[in-house]
């Protein structure tokens, strides 16, 4: 029983298309997050909610907007996709805020084409 | 604006032998570390954490040390398997903060 899952695992698309990826945590945590790791490697956080509220919303553009239905998933629906787009996306929890270790997805391999 | 960084983007090491990575950070405020390891096609998973009010923590084959001096911390793998090979994240936090800054990983190859 996975603990954070996200899907789709990998997503190829073509520019200027709609996109979601989806999350879902069973650890009972109250934070969730989405983390980009682009081509160079570097893992930079991007959107964190606690208990369904946004607690950190990161220079991202605004085709990047997040939806917490409730507090065990946190969606990512990306618009307009850009090349640049291109990039793994994890997800994550943790218990509290990001002073508690993180449980993170398998990652989204997002593809722009 | 890289807050936490590791210079090293690969390791090469012999299986027995001790894996030693290295990881560098700017924030004087970060009191709080953790180092993850991702295979392929996975996420990070948590591997072992320290606070700067220790500059040791230890948990089997797994040792972290922290230099809050020269902002320094590295992880030490003894002795070193085959199955530690994958990529190695140092991240940084503080205990008040709610994000933890990330490196961008050393790839460690374990040679049988």
């Known amino acids: 029983d996975t603990a954070v899952s996200q899907t789709p695992k990998y997503l190829v698309t073509q520019m200027g298309n709609d996109k979601s990826i989806k999350c879902e945590q069973n650890?009972?945590?109250?934070?969730m997050y989405w983390y980009k790791q682009d081509s160079k490697k570097f893992l930079k956080i991007m959107f964190s909610?606690?208990?369904?509220?946004?607690?950190i919303n990161e220079t991202v553009p605004n085709r990047f907007s997040p939806k917490s239905p409730d507090k065990a998933h946190l969606n990512l629906h990306i618009n307009s996709l850009e090349l640049g787009d291109s990039a793994v996306y994890f997800c994550a929890s943790s218990q509290r805020t990001a002073s508690e270790k993180l449980f993170f997805g398998s990652g989204t391999q997002l593809s722009v084409l | 604006d890289q807050q936490v960084k590791q210079n090293s983007p690969s390791l090469s090491v012999q299986e027995g032998r001790i894996s030693i990575l290295n990881c560098d950070y700017t924030n004087s405020m970060f009191d709080y570390f953790l180092w993850y390891k991702k295979y392929p096609a996975e996420g990070p998973t948590f591997l072992i954490s320290i606070s700067s009010i220790k500059d040791k923590n230890e948990d089997g084959r797994f040792t972290v040390f922290l230099n809050k001096s020269a902002k320094h911390l590295s992880l030490h793998i003894v002795p070193s398997q085959p199955g530690d090979s994958a990529v190695y994240f140092c991240?940084?936090?503080?205990?008040?903060?709610?994000?933890?800054?990330f490196g961008t990983g050393t790839s460690l190859t374990v040679i049988p």
């Open positions: 909610y606690n208990n369904k509220e946004l607690i």
């Open positions: 650890l009972g945590h109250d934070t």
């Open positions: 991240a940084a936090s503080t205990y008040t903060g709610n994000q933890f800054y």
